[in-house]
Nanobody, 116 residues
Framework: QVQLVESGGGLVQPGGSVRLSCAAS????????MGWYRQAPGKQRELVAV???????NYADSVKGRFTISRDNAKNMVYLQMNSLKPEDTAVYYC??????????WGQGTQVTVSS
């Protein structure tokens, strides 16, 4: 049974930081590209950041220089360090595991709210 479990969301002030974590089980983690997506109310889900099995990374333009994605294959974990948060970063953040787009899994999401 595949599980992706996100944690670390919550309420944070503008300019603040938060780190999201995603614990994966039931997959050969090191073979999967891992990503973070987000969905704000009334908007489509969008890619935030992705890290491949070879540790290449890619970011949405809106988060470049502020967010950092990383993975720990020994722990089956992927992280998203989010700095300089803005109100427009408010969304539900989802962890994603992708094996060549042929097999894709999603977590249930964690809410991040950026507000004073």
């Amino acid at each position: 049974q595949v599980q992706l479990v996100e944690s670390g969301g919550g309420l944070v002030q503008p300019g603040g930081s938060v780190r999201l974590s995603c614990a994966a089980s039931g997959i050969i983690f090191r073979l999967y590209a891992m990503g973070w997506y987000r969905q704000a109310p009334g908007k489509q889900r969008e890619l935030v950041a992705v890290i491949t099995s070879g540790d290449s990374t890619n970011y949405a333009d809106s988060v470049k220089g502020r967010f950092t994605i990383s993975r720990d294959n020994a722990k089956n974990m992927v992280y998203l360090q989010m700095n300089s948060l803005k109100p427009e970063d408010t969304a539900v953040y989802y962890c994603n595991a992708d094996y060549g787009s042929a097999v894709v899994y999603w977590g249930q999401g964690t809410q991040v709210t950026v507000s004073s």
